[in-house]
T-cell receptor, first 115, second 111 residues
């Protein structure tokens, strides 16, 4: 089945460490997104990419960076993790050929804890 | 800025009752509205997507309506079952293909 996968699924790290979360997809979609989910705040967009050479900031990009290594891969990095980056992180994809429909499909999430 | 509100935040219903979940959004200039289901600690599963030109979508026991001019959508789940217990998220696609999410309706169906 065409799918969106995220690694790792769970990660505990310490303040100041560099962390990379990875997302890969076999859906053949060109658009990829990173979101974080916090209790009481809902999902918020961190970064998104519409193609391999395209990177765009979302509403909460400070403290994060991304890399789109290939159409199927989109990585999120925390250069120096801090405790308020503890959250559930989701990757999503969509297909520009859908036009305005642009349905997004989500990965299973990565639970990140920063101590 | 697009803001999405879901009311009520949490509800419990006896098995067999119909569920009605409400979503409202502040800017009617949307491309589509998507309803998702999320189980605790899990990812999001897309349930229904209504394009801005549509009034409703149906899938099995689920029906979602959209009134774009008033900024409202309603998700109906007929004859609820314990397996319907989950959090339901509403999201609107707007602007430069961005999704704005509500905080969810947490549903418990009591056997």
């Amino acid at each position: 089945d065409a799918d969106v996968t995220q690694t790792p699924r769970n990660r505990i790290t310490k303040t100041g460490k560099r962390i990379m979360l990875e997302c890969s997809q076999t859906k053949g979609h060109d658009r990829m997104y990173w979101y974080r989910q916090d209790p009481g705040l809902g999902l918020r967009l961190i970064y998104y990419s519409f193609d391999v050479k395209d990177i765009n900031k979302g509403e909460i990009s400070d403290g994060y960076s991304v890399s789109r290594q290939a159409q199927a891969k989109f990585s999120l990095s925390l250069e120096s993790a801090i405790p308020n980056q503890t959250a559930l992180y989701f990757c999503a994809t969509s297909d520009r050929r859908q036009g305005r429909r642009n349905e997004q499909f989500f990965g299973p999430g990565t639970r990140l804890t920063v101590l | 800025k697009q803001e999405v509100t879901q009311i009520p935040a949490a509800l419990s219903v006896p098995e067999g009752e119909n569920l009605v979940l409400n979503c409202s959004f502040t800017d009617s200039a949307i491309y589509n509205l998507q309803w998702f289901r999320q189980d605790p600690g899990k990812g999001l599963t897309s349930l229904l997507l209504i394009q801005s030109s549509q009034r409703e979508q149906t899938s099995g026991r689920l029906n979602a309506s959209l009134d774009k001019s008033s900024g409202r959508s309603t998700l109906y789940i007929a004859a609820s079952q314990p397996g319907d217990s989950a959090t339901y998220l509403c999201a609107v696609l707007y602007g430069n293909n961005r999704l704005a999410f509500g905080k969810g309706n947490q549903v418990v169906v009591i056997p």
